[in-house]
């Protein structure tokens, strides 16, 4: 029995003298609301949207502008006023696609009253005027659909900001960490913020890469959402922020074992980046000093820039080596079959990366896929046997 039955039901049996009010209410705590958006009706929405979008491109050209607006503007307040009522007085879910419809509705207005007036913006403005618009839904409905669909189109604009016009768009960052960072604070979940650091990961890339900047400056912004994850005082759903940094930071320190040779030691720097990353490191190893797990250190060895000092490729091998093992031994200490699983499945990746960057061009190809997987085979045996242990407290 769902919580909608139960609240009908329940209220029936207070009536028969069956329960109080007070135990019904002790029965409905037990069933917590279903606030999620049914993935069927999203859909629907998305379709109809595109379907709107669809037949208004095909037929634009032979309407006036005076029956375009009104089109546009018809369609809008149609779907916005039934969705409103829908959600205020009978389905929820129902009504936040309709209200998600007249949101694609508002966004392709702003784009095709642009063409019909000939209005050009070499900017991601109409990316800004359409997140704004579902900015203002998100306050006034307050669910987390719409925070998603903010999401996406402010994603959206920063990657057209990028490649259409090689820049990011200040605004856009601007509601992005003010405005939704606000909000996932606020009222967050794991999910929503494990999407929200996804998004963050994109527009730094689109930002680093616009301005033509180098790589390493993704080190920085990574290393502040991994502080972020860390606050002290800040919500637990946050510390989803850090598994992501980790996660990117671990990639960049992949590539770099590709990228970078002996010579790395020639790439370009700034003063300012090492001064800012200084900053941000020791704070990083004083917070992780003061928490009560004392090995989040672990984590920080991958934010160690390496691309300065001759042989970048190997340090960046070790890094990745000394992150795996450190999370491995620490799991067995502390017997955390998490810890262990995130350190072996680390472990696995550097030791193919280390085996494909230096014997892919002294060995045979077959023997090389042939020697490859037999040593994985072997590194996975003794580490998922460890595991087990971990996990089953068995004696090792």
């Given at each position: 029995?769902?919580?909608?039955?139960?609240?009908?039901?329940?209220?029936?049996?207070?009536?028969?003298?069956?329960?109080?009010?007070?135990?019904?209410?002790?029965?409905?705590?037990?069933?917590?609301?279903?606030?999620?958006?049914?993935?069927?009706?999203?859909?629907?929405?998305?379709?109809?949207?595109?379907?709107?979008?669809?037949?208004i491109?095909?037929?634009?050209?032979?309407?006036?502008?005076?029956?375009?607006?009104?089109?546009i503007?018809?369609?809008?307040?149609?779907?916005?006023?039934?969705?409103?009522?829908?959600?205020?007085?009978?389905?929820?879910?129902?009504?936040?696609?309709?209200?998600?419809?007249?949101?694609?509705?508002?966004?392709?207005?702003?784009?095709?009253?642009?063409?019909?007036?000939?209005?050009?913006?070499?900017?991601?403005?109409?990316?800004?005027?359409?997140?704004?618009?579902?900015?203002?839904?998100?306050?006034?409905?307050?669910?987390?659909?719409?925070?998603?669909?903010?999401?996406?189109?402010?994603?959206?604009?920063?990657?057209?900001?990028?490649i259409?016009?090689?820049?990011?768009?200040?605004?856009?960052?601007?509601?992005?960490?003010?405005?939704?960072?606000?909000?996932?604070?606020?009222?967050?979940?794991?999910?929503l913020t494990?999407?929200?650091?996804?998004?963050?990961?994109?527009?730094?890339?689109?930002f680093?890469?616009?301005?033509?900047?180098?790589?390493?400056?993704?080190?920085?912004?990574?290393?502040?959402?991994?502080?972020?994850?860390?606050?002290?005082?800040?919500?637990?759903?946050?510390?989803?922020?850090?598994?992501?940094?980790?996660?990117?930071?671990?990639?960049?320190?992949?590539?770099?074992?590709?990228?970078?040779?002996?010579?790395?030691?020639?790439?370009?720097?700034?003063?300012?980046?090492?001064?800012?990353?200084?900053?941000?490191f020791?704070?990083?190893?004083?917070?992780?000093?003061?928490?009560?797990?004392?090995?989040?250190?672990?984590?920080?060895?991958?934010?160690?820039?390496?691309?300065?000092?001759?042989?970048?490729?190997?340090?960046?091998?070790?890094?990745m080596?000394?992150?795996?093992?450190?999370?491995?031994?620490?799991?067995?200490?502390?017997e955390?079959?998490?810890?262990?699983?995130?350190?072996?499945?680390?472990?696995?990746?550097?030791?193919?990366?280390?085996?494909?960057?230096?014997?892919?061009?002294?060995?045979?190809?077959?023997?090389?896929?042939?020697?490859?997987?037999?040593?994985?085979?072997?590194?996975?045996?003794?580490?998922?046997?460890?595991?087990?242990?971990?996990?089953?407290?068995?004696?090792?």
């Amino acid at each position: 029995m769902n919580r909608g039955q139960l609240e009908k039901e329940s209220e029936r049996w207070v009536k028969d003298g069956v329960i109080t009010s007070g135990q019904r209410e002790q029965i409905l705590n037990h069933y917590e609301k279903k606030t999620g958006h049914p993935v069927l009706l999203t859909f629907a929405a998305l379709f109809i949207g595109l379907g709107f979008l669809t037949f208004i491109a095909s037929n634009w050209s032979a309407l006036s502008d005076l029956v375009k607006m009104a089109i546009i503007l018809f369609f809008l307040l149609v779907f916005y006023g039934t969705g409103a009522v829908l959600y205020q007085r009978r389905s929820k879910p129902v009504g936040l696609s309709f209200i998600i419809i007249s949101l694609c509705v508002f966004g392709a207005g702003i784009f095709l009253t642009g063409q019909m007036y000939h209005f050009s913006s070499f900017s991601a403005f109409p990316f800004l005027v359409w997140s704004l618009a579902c900015f203002g839904l998100l306050l006034v409905f307050k669910e987390s659909i719409l925070f998603l669909a903010a999401l996406v189109i402010v994603t959206a604009g920063q990657i057209y900001s990028g490649i259409t016009y090689q820049e990011f768009y200040i605004p856009l960052g601007i509601l992005f960490i003010a405005g939704l960072g606000w909000v996932l604070y606020k009222n967050g979940n794991r999910l929503l913020t494990g999407l929200f650091a996804l998004s963050y990961i994109i527009q730094s890339m689109v930002f680093v890469f616009s301005y033509g900047w180098s790589y390493y400056w993704l080190i920085l912004l990574f290393l502040a959402l991994y502080i972020v994850s860390h606050l002290p005082y800040g919500q637990l759903h946050l510390r989803t922020f850090g598994s992501i940094a980790v996660l990117s930071i671990f990639t960049v320190n992949l590539f770099q074992v590709f990228l970078l040779g002996y010579e790395s030691n020639d790439v370009e720097y700034s003063n300012f980046f090492f001064l800012a990353w200084s900053i941000l490191f020791l704070y990083a190893v004083i917070q992780s000093a003061m928490e009560s797990t004392k090995f989040n250190w672990i984590d920080l060895v991958l934010f160690i820039p390496v691309f300065r000092i001759g042989a970048g490729d190997l340090l960046s091998l070790l890094l990745m080596f000394v992150y795996s093992l450190g999370w491995l031994l620490a799991g067995y200490r502390k017997e955390r079959a998490d810890w262990v699983m995130k350190g072996t499945v680390a472990f696995l990746i550097t030791t193919f990366v280390a085996y494909f960057q230096l014997a892919w061009a002294f060995m045979d190809r077959s023997i090389f896929f042939f020697t490859g997987g037999i040593l994985l085979f072997i590194l996975s045996y003794f580490l998922e046997k460890k595991r087990r242990q971990v996990k089953g407290g068995e004696p090792s």
